[in-house]
C-alpha cells in the first residue's frame, strides 16, 4: 500500500548513509594508500594521522623455532600469562587468565605493573619453572613508539585503560623493575608485538604466504611486511641489514582522524564519536570495530523509534534507549536468525526490554544489523585490499583474529567478496583465522629474534 512504501522509503532515507558504491570503498583505497606513504615517511607533519610503527620485527616464523618461552597478553578483554614450548610444528601451550581490577586499570603505572608481575611470578611457582631462564614475549595492545624489538614507548592508552605515568615510557623497562622487585625468576623481556603482529606471527608459522595481519575485536588495527627501502622512518645505517624489510604496526583505526573519511560518515557514526572517550580520535576503527557496532545499530532503531517507523509502542526508559547497552554480540545474534520465528532477534527484544514489537519490526532490526555489519566488513575489505595491493604478491594470506570476525556469522563471506571486488585482477588471497595470536605469536616473536640474533 502506499502507507507502506512510503515508511520503507523513510527508512531507506534514514538508513541509505550505510549502502556505499564500490566507487566510495575505491575513493577510501586511495586515501588510505597516501595516508601509509605519509606515514613511512621521515619527515612528518601534523597532518599525519597514520604512526606506521616499525616494529623491528624482521622475519616470520621458518617453523623452525623451538625452546620454551612465557608470553603475557594484556591489552584485549582479559590479561594471560602463558608458557609456550616450541618444537617444530608442534606447539604446547599452557595457560591462565587473570583478572585486571577497574582500580588498576585507572591507577598507577607501578600498580599495573605490580601487579603483572605479581601474576607472572604465581604463574611461574605453579608451573615449577622458577629455575628455568625464560625468554618473555610480551604481546602489549596499545600503540607503543618502538625503539627496539624490546623497547616500546606507550604513546597513549585506549580501550579504559589510564594507569597515570605510562605514556612516554618504556613499558618493557616498567616491567623489568617490576619484576625485579618482586620474583624470583629469570625472566627475560625479549619482545614486544602489539596483538595485530602476533596474530601475523601465529599464522605465519604454518603458512609462508603470510604478510599481513589484522584485528577485528574491541578494536581494529592492522600491520603487514613492508620493504625497508620504502620505510623512511627508519635508521639509513640499518638499511643495508639483512632481511630488508621490517613489519610495519599501522596504527590504521586512526584513518580519517583528518576528517577525510567524512564523505562516507554518517549521523549515527558522529554521534557514536561524540559520546566517545576519545572524541575525533580513531574514526576508521569507530566505523568497524567491536565495542562501536552495536552503539551504532542502536542509534539507527532509536531513530526510527523516535520517527514511528519502528516498534508501535516503548517506554522511554527501557534498555534501547540505553548508550553502551547494545551489545554487538547481538548484532551477531540478530543476523544469524534465517527464518521468519526471529528466535534471536526476539530474544534480543526482550532484552532490550521492547514489548508489543511485530515479525515486521524483527525485520527492519535484522535489515538495519545487515547493513552496519556490511560496512564494517566492506571497509576492513578496503583497507587490506589496499595492503595486498600494494605487497602485490600472486598470493597473500591475511592472519584475521577478533570476536567480530570470529563469531560474525557473515564477516568472512562479506570481506572475500568484498576483496574479490577490489583487488587488483590475477592477486589471490585467503583469509585465516589465526589461533592464539597474542600467545604464541608473542611466543615465536621472541623465538626469530633469539634466532637472528
Ligand atoms: P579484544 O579485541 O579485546 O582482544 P575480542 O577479540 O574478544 O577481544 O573482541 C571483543 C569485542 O568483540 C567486544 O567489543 C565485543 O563487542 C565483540 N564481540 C564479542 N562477542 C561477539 C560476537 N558474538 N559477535 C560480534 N562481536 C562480538
Not at 131 to 138: E, Y
Not at 202 to 214: F, K, P, V, Y
Not at 388 to 400: E, G, S, W
Request: glycine share 8%; net charge neutral; with cysteine.
Amino acid at each position: 500500500t502506499n502507507e507502506q512504501l512510503s515508511k520503507y522509503e523513510k527508512i531507506e532515507a534514514i538508513v541509505k548513509g550505510f549502502k556505499l558504491p564500490a566507487a566510495a570503498y575505491k575513493r577510501a583505497m586511495t586515501l588510505l594508500n597516501q595516508e601509509l606513504n605519509n606515514g613511512l615517511k621521515s619527515q612528518k607533519s601534523n597532518a599525519t594521522v597514520l604512526s606506521m610503527f616499525p616494529t623491528f620485527v624482521r622475519s616470520t616464523p621458518d617453523g623452525s623455532e623451538k625452546g620454551e618461552f612465557l608470553a603475557l597478553d594484556l591489552g584485549g578483554t582479559n590479561f594471560r600469562v602463558l608458557l609456550v614450548r616450541l618444537n617444530g610444528q608442534e606447539i604446547d601451550i599452557q595457560s591462565k587468565t587473570y583478572l585486571i581490577p577497574q582500580t588498576i586499570m585507572l591507577g598507577t603505572g607501578t600498580q599495573l605493573f605490580d601487579h603483572i608481575a605479581e601474576c607472572i611470578g604465581k604463574f611461574v611457582a605453579e608451573h615449577d619453572l622458577i629455575s628455568h631462564q625464560l625468554p618473555l614475549g610480551f604481546t602489549f595492545s596499545f600503540p607503543c613508539h618502538q625503539e627496539g624489538l624490546a623497547k616500546a614507548k606507550l604513546s597513549h592508552w585506549t580501550k579504559g585503560f589510564r594507569c597515570e605515568g605510562v605514556v612516554g615510557e618504556d613499558i618493557c623497562q616498567l616491567l623489568h623493575e617490576a619484576l625485579k622487585r618482586r620474583t624470583n625468576c629469570k625472566v627475560e623481556i625479549v619482545a614486544v608485538v602489539n596483538d595485530a603482529v602476533g596474530t601475523l606471527m601465529s599464522a605465519a608459522h604454518g603458512d609462508r604466504n603470510c604478510e599481513i595481519g589484522i584485528i577485528l575485536g574491541t578494536g581494529c588495527n592492522a600491520c603487514y611486511m613492508e620493504r625497508l627501502d620504502n620505510v623512511h622512518t627508519w635508521n639509513k645505517e640499518e638499511k643495508d641489514f639483512q632481511p630488508k624489510q621490517v613489519i610495519i604496526n599501522t596504527e590504521w583505526g586512526a584513518f580519517g582522524d583528518n576528517g577525510c573519511l567524512d564523505f562516507m560518515r554518517t549521523e549515527f557514526d558522529r554521534e557514536v564519536d561524540t559520546f566517545s572517550v576519545n572524541p575525533s580520535k580513531q574514526t576508521h576503527e569507530k566505523m568497524i570495530s567491536g565495542m562501536y557496532m552495536g552503539e551504532i545499530v542502536r542509534l539507527v532503531l532509536e531513530r526510527l523509534t523516535h520517527d514511528q517507523l519502528l516498534f508501535r509502542s516503548v517506554d522511554r526508559e527501557c534498555a534501547l534507549f540505553e548508550r553502551g547497552r547494545f551489545y554487538t554480540k547481538y548484532v551477531s545474534e540478530i543476523e544469524s536468525d534465517t527464518d521468519e520465528f526471529f528466535r534471536h532477534t526476539k530474544q534480543v527484544l526482550d532484552d532490550m526490554q521492547v514489548e508489543n514489537y511485530t515479525t515486521e519490526d524483527c525485520k527492519i532490526v535484522k535489515y538495519v544489523c545487515t547493513l552496519v555489519s556490511a560496512r564494517a566488513a566492506f571497509l576492513a575489505a578496503a583497507g587490506l585490499s589496499t595492503l595486498i595491493n600494494r605487497l602485490n604478491k600472486q598470493d597473500m594470506t591475511i592472519a584475521v583474529d577478533g570476536s567480530l570476525y570470529r563469531f560474525h556469522p557473515r564477516f568472512h563471506n562479506l570481506m572475500c567478496l568484498k576483496i574479490k571486488e577490489l583487488v587488483k585482477p590475477g592477486l589471490k588471497f585467503r583469509l585465516s583465522l589465526s589461533h592464539d595470536g597474542s600467545g604464541k605469536g608473542a611466543a615465536l616473536t621472541a623465538a626469530v629474534s633469539l634466532r637472528l640474533r
